[in-house]
């Protein structure tokens, strides 16, 4: 049983376009989180969410969006894309903001 | 930013022990040493981490020095599938919301 499951694994859709990613944890975690892996490998949060608070990296474009309908689900939302969003997107999970945090297996998406 | 120093690569000749040294000399006294470390293709997986004193999982084992000013992230016996970038983070113990910041990390090749 994966702990952290992105979907999809690989996305490849053209500039302009709206995507969404979905990361879902059966761990029970109470936060969640989105880290960005660009080509340089760099890996950079963008947001971490539990219920009761939302924080942005405030190097994050407005045109990408997380939504949680519930505690085991995080969502990113993409508007507009660009090629520069082209990277690899991890999904990431802890029991509280504290601990140390459970990974995905990311989801590739290239922009065309 | 990442708040350590480590080497961008190192070999390793399997079943030996690999050592990946780390230099965070401005830590300061609330702030613990974690390691993770990812594979190819893979989510960062977590491996110890610790505040002081020394610690062992069933993964690795982590020495600090009694200055706090250095750890060495050590797999005493490194196998093909060891092969992967090691990141070395400082982060607070109390976190006030400070999430995992990844430097480039140091890539280990586990040589056959």
């Known amino acids: 049983d ?44 963008m947001f971490s969410y539990n219920n009761k608070e939302l924080i942005i990296n405030e190097t994050v474009p407005n045109r990408f969006s997380p939504k949680s309908p519930d505690k085991a689900h995080l969502n990113l939302h993409i508007n507009s894309l660009e090629l520069g969003d082209s990277a690899v997107y991890f999904c990431a999970s802890s029991l509280s903001d504290r601990e140390s945090y459970t990974f995905g297996s990311g989801t590739r998406l290239t922009v065309v | ?87 070395c983070i400082v982060r607070s113990r109390y976190n006030y919301g400070q999430n995992f910041v990844f430097g480039p990390g140091t890539r280990l090749s586990v040589l056959p």
């Open chain 1, 2 to 45: 994966t702990a952290v499951s992105q979907t999809p694994k690989y996305l490849v859709t053209q500039m302009g376009n709206d995507k969404s990613i979905k990361c879902e944890q059966n761990l029970g975690h109470d936060t969640m989180y989105w880290y960005k892996q660009d080509s340089k490998k760099f890996l950079k949060i």
């Open chain 2, 1 to 87: 930013d990442a708040k350590t120093t480590q080497p961008p690569s190192m070999d390793c000749a399997e079943g030996r022990a690999a050592n990946l040294p780390c230099n965070h000399s401005t830590i300061s006294g609330n702030e613990y040493v974690y390691w993770y470390r990812q594979i190819h293709s893979q989510g960062p997986q977590y491996i110890i981490h610790g505040l002081k004193n020394n610690e062992t999982n069933e993964m690795a084992s982590l020495i600090i020095t009694e200055d706090r000013k250095s750890s060495t992230l050590i797999l005493p016996h490194a196998t093909l599938r060891d092969t992967a970038v090691y990141y």
